[in-house]
């Protein structure tokens, strides 16, 4: 969602690129909007779908933004992440409680778990649909739908 335009059009993540003197920056064109707008059905494909259930039902950024951005439907089938939905909420630690069905990948609790914190306890492990963020020597996710 932390895309931006650049003054030759090209799109580049703003999170990721390093501000340089004179660049020449877009925030909100009409093609930026679409690309937010087919990231976030992206995002909604790959998430749980119990939001009216949810806990977070109401204060959850991915319900703020699919608003903000006048996503009302699922345009895509849930992807063939096959572990999707089979882990239970992770509260074996006291500092954090985690929802690995609800996890969209942004690194969020990564680089606050390094930068911040300075402990670097978790990290993404895996690739591709299997991609998930865990603990250093868990368990992965093909080793529990295995079992």
């Known amino acids: ?64 933004m699919t608003s903000r951005f006048g996503v009302r439907e699922v345009r895509f089938d849930k992807s063939n992440r096959a572990y999707k939905d089979e882990y239970k909420i992770d509260v074996s630690s006291p500092a954090i409680v985690r929802d690995p069905n609800k996890c969209i990948q942004c690194g969020d609790c990564v680089r606050m778990c390094s930068e911040t914190q300075n402990v670097g306890a978790i990290d993404f492990a895996l690739r591709g649909y299997e991609l998930k963020v865990c603990p250093a020597y868990a368990r992965h996710a093909r080793n529990r739908a295995r079992a």
């Open 1 to 64: 969602m932390c895309i931006v335009e650049d003054g030759r059009g090209e799109i580049i993540t703003a999170c990721s690129a390093p501000p340089v003197p004179g660049m020449d920056i877009r925030t909100h064109t009409p093609r930026l909007l679409r690309y937010r707008k087919n990231i976030l059905s992206l995002l909604l494909a790959s998430h749980s779908r119990e939001c009216t259930t949810c806990r977070k039902s109401g204060k959850c950024r991915l319900q703020d």
